[in-house]
């Protein structure tokens, strides 16, 4: 059996029973979540296929492993091979605030064109969480990735450049910033909200989800968040009359089986997303919205530790899957940090190519691992009576409790 590339023809991706999939071990603790994220990976594919199905792993570069080998953060070859091999996963990068580098993560969304940060929230049974009742929190978070403030379409305070931009913008709509201003340019387009929220309803659909929410601030902005939400409902009723019904024309007591579109100011959501969670399933917003609600509700249900994402264009078949919380420097190489994010993202990658019985391996594998409280030192200094172990021993925790 050889190893292949996995293809993507007519809005489907063909993965062989080898597929070849790059990965990025990442930064700080990156090495020691990689190598403990991998083994119960490939080993939830052994127990489900008995060798007859083998993820290929291909090591590419980003981040300060990548400087140090090539003096780049982020190689052109490492791109053309995540756009060669279609799916990826990748640990965590260093990114510096402040200056320097722009964050890798967000120039492989932007130059791969990854439209959609996807971001499942869900509760594992016994992990520690500062809300009473975390298992109500069960949301599939769609972020648009590529627009917004993180365009990174900025002028630096004092700059030749914002003077000018100031000055024209006095002159022609009469507009008063002050002089000492820096400037972000906030563009929210009708391509890019649609095919983000046409993703996340194709996900709610092909799901059985009961609802989408759009979450946004279009009572002041007007222009960029208020068109995002109106364009969601305009989709919906375009494209997806038969299986989507809009807030304003439905009906509790007619008995609707149409998934719910209906739409939520961003503080009312966070407020609504602490007293009643169940109420929201399928998210659907903007970049900036959607990087602290994802954050937010991952608090809710145990922190980033236990948080998968993934960024993807399903129009291309493009997907990288990546740990979502930062690099730790200060544990790398002590084989003490909690893999579950990125054990979890390669869960929902088997999910992406269809191997779903090995994600739900890995799952199961993760509750009874949480189950026993033999956990990493993040999740056992908050539980009691738990047994702290290595990030690898957690790992090996997992895979003897996906063996039945």
Known sequence: MESDIISFLEGKLNVPDMPVIPFVEGDGTGPDIWKASSRVIDRAVEICWQGKRKIVWKEVLAGEKAFNMTGEWLPEKTIDEFRKYRVGIKGPLTTPVGGGIRSLNVTLRQVMDLYACVRPVRYFKGVP????????????????????????????????EVKRLIDFLRSEYKWNIRPDSAIGIKPISRDGSRRLIRAAIEYAILH??????????????????????????ELAKESFPAETVIWDEYDAKAGEKRILIKDSIADIFFQQALTRPDEFDVIATMNLNGDYISDALAAQV?????????????????????????????????????????????????????????ARRIEKGIERAVASKKVTYDLARLMDGAHEVSCSGFADSICGFMED
């Open 302 to 358: 145990g922190g980033m530790g236990m948080a998968p994402g993934a960024n993807i264009n399903y129009q291309k078949g493009y997907a990288i899957f990546e740990a979502t919380h930062g690099t730790a420097p200060k544990y790398a190489g002590l084989d003490k940090v909690n893999p579950s994010s990125l054990i979890l993202s390669g869960a929902m990658l088997l999910d992406y190519i269809g191997w779903s019985d090995a």
């Open 208 to 233: 059985s989800r009961r609802n989408i929410t759009l979450v946004h601030k279009g009572n002041i902005q007007k222009f960029t968040e208020g068109a995002f939400r109106n364009w969601g409902y």
């Open 129 to 160: 969480s500062p809300v009473k009742e975390p298992h109500r929190v069960d949301m599939v978070v769609f972020r648009e990735n590529t627009e917004d403030v993180y365009a990174g379409l900025e002028l630096k305070s004092g700059s030749s």
